[in-house]
């Protein structure tokens, strides 16, 4: 499985822009690289996957450089009710190893 | 988007009975389920993947004779924890990947507490 790594914890302001960077060094050819949000006591909910270069959807975009080795969850305008833990997982047969995720945190 | 419901979504119980805590695939045939564990301000932890009509694989150092997993039909987990005690008080989710998805859809979660 593959390992990645993200910043423990990110704190911003309503209305900006978030930008979560993982590295994932050792991701196989088969991976794709998927986000989910978690709410405290709730299910992590799925944000974005994408597989190589840029994915975007209504809630967030993903960039991936050409090597793969990391990718960006883009979070634009966010709002105090995006404070959650963002998880980046990397996987081919869905068998998903969290990592410790990062921490955002939205002040007004 | 495809729904995974999860129940009970809370449960107490005394040390020493069991405990069963379904996962439902509601709108898609799920061919695999997962289970996690999460406690406190941690991350999730992957204890067991459970196919249908067959045996579930657990990972490294989860009890299969505590936590039982049965994955009878293409639209039901559940997860059995046997004779709980307090130290099995955690956070229990699930995970549903249907045929042709490519991504797989949580339940809520079930807090567990062992009195």
């Known amino acids: 499985l593959a390992k990645t790594t993200q910043p423990i914890s990110m704190d911003s302001y309503e209305g900006q822009e978030v930008n979560i960077t993982c590295s994932h060094n050792n991701i196989a050819t088969n991976d794709y690289i998927t986000w989910y949000q978690q709410f405290p006591s709730q299910g992590p909910r799925f944000i974005i996957q994408g597989y190589k270069t840029k994915v975007t959807n209504e809630v967030a975009s993903l960039f991936i450089p050409a090597d793969r080795k990391s990718s960006t969850l883009s979070l634009p305008r966010v709002s105090l009710s995006d404070t959650a833990v963002y998880y980046c997982l990397v996987a081919f047969d869905y068998k998903l190893s969290f990592g410790a995720g990062t921490t955002v945190t939205v002040r007004a | 988007g495809a729904v995974v419901s999860q129940h009970p979504s809370r449960v107490i119980c005394k040390s020493g009975t069991s405990v069963k805590i379904e996962c439902r695939s509601l709108?898609?045939?799920?061919?695999?389920m997962f289970w996690y564990r999460q406690f406190p301000k941690k991350s999730l932890m992957l204890m067991a993947t459970?196919?249908?009509?067959?045996?579930?694989?657990?990972e490294q150092g989860v009890e299969k004779d505590k936590f039982l997993i049965n994955h009878a039909s293409l639209t039901l987990s559940t997860l059995t924890v046997t004779s709980a005690h307090p130290e099995d008080s955690s956070f229990y989710i699930c995970?549903?990947?249907?045929?042709?998805?490519?991504?797989?859809?949580f339940g809520s979660g079930t807090q567990l507490s062992v009195l």
């Open positions: 709108d898609f045939q799920a061919t695999t």
């Open positions: 995970s549903a990947l249907g045929q042709g998805q490519e991504k797989l859809f």
């Open positions: 459970s196919n249908e009509g067959s045996k579930a694989t657990y």
